[in-house]
Nanobody, 114 residues
């Protein structure tokens, strides 16, 4: 079993930046793909970004050029760097690890508002 814990969310003004972290209870990201999803109030959870075990990244069109997904060399923590934030980026952000099994974190709230 693997536990994922997200952190780094908060309230930020439009145009601002946040860095989300996803800490895994053991070293899995060198094998597992890591994704970020988000869910806005009243909407379905949607894909934001992914980084494969081999380091290949892919982004939703809505965040391309503004968000950057990465992980540390020890492969125990993943990150989502979010720049030029917009009100429509507001939601609960979830980390997911998947390959053989699928694990989700509990989510961290991001609110973009003036």
């Amino acid at each position: 079993q693997v536990q994922l814990v997200e952190s780094g969310g908060g309230l930020v003004q439009p145009g601002g930046s946040l860095r989300l972290s996803c800490a895994a209870s053991r070293n899995i990201f060198s094998i597992y793909d890591m994704d970020w999803y988000r869910q806005a109030p009243g909407k379905q959870r949607e894909f934001v970004a992914t980084i494969t075990g081999g380091g290949i990244t892919h982004y939703a069109d809505s965040v391309k050029g503004r968000f950057t997904i990465s992980r540390d060399n020890a492969k125990t923590t993943g990150y989502l760097e979010m720049n030029s934030l917009k009100p429509e980026d507001t939601g609960v952000y979830y980390c997911r690890a998947h390959r053989i099994n699928t694990y989700w974190g509990q989510g961290t709230q991001v609110t973009v508002s003036s």
